[in-house]
């Protein structure tokens, strides 16, 4: 019985036009598949629209999905920890940490970093971050290590 179902999808496949798949030709390669071209322009890490993002996003997330007042009201203690720390051709990335000051009178070390043309569309700049012990839904855990180079 197997064989008859699969003799089926191979007649299927065929009257459908599959072929399999193959390596670009070198007119397809140099016309569209040129790769990256980075300019390694990236905000540094006190760049005020950078951080203004970083509160807007995590308030709508503590607002959205975690039913939560908390916000991020000021972040403290900025520095670089890392600049292109990766091989060539990777995405530039600048990795920074700081201090997060919330809303509830607590502080917490935040870790983020500011990458080109990972934004909207690859149009720009774009940003990623953890503020440690409020990443609850773990994406960068265990302590926002996977937020960090």
């Known amino acids: 019985m197997s064989g008859r179902v699969a003799s089926l999808l191979l007649?299927?496949?065929?009257?459908?036009?599959?072929?399999?798949?193959?390596?670009?030709?070198?007119?397809?390669?140099?016309?569209?598949?040129?790769?990256p071209r980075y300019d390694r322009v990236i905000p540094t890490c006190d760049?005020?629209?950078?951080?203004?993002?970083?509160?807007?996003?995590?308030g709508t997330k503590e607002r959205r999905f975690w039913n939560s007042d908390l916000r991020i009201v000021g972040i403290e203690d900025i520095r670089e920890t890392a600049m292109l720390?990766?091989?060539a051709q990777s995405i530039p990335r600048r990795f920074c940490s700081g201090t997060a000051l919330i809303n509830d009178g607590r502080?917490?070390?935040?870790?983020?970093?500011?990458?080109?043309?990972?934004g909207m569309i690859g149009m720009s700049w774009g940003v990623d971050f953890c503020v440690q012990g409020l990443d609850r839904?773990?994406?960068?855990n265990p302590a926002c290590r996977a937020a960090r180079p």
């Open 107 to 118: 502080r917490h070390p935040i870790y983020y970093s500011i990458a080109e043309d990972t």
């Open 47 to 58: 760049y005020p629209p950078a951080l203004d993002r970083i509160i807007g996003r995590f």
């Open 11 to 35: 007649a299927l496949a065929c009257a459908l036009g599959v072929v399999p798949a193959r390596a670009a030709n070198p007119l397809e390669k140099n016309f569209w598949l040129s790769g």
């Open 137 to 140: 839904n773990w994406a960068y």
């Open 85 to 87: 720390p990766w091989a």
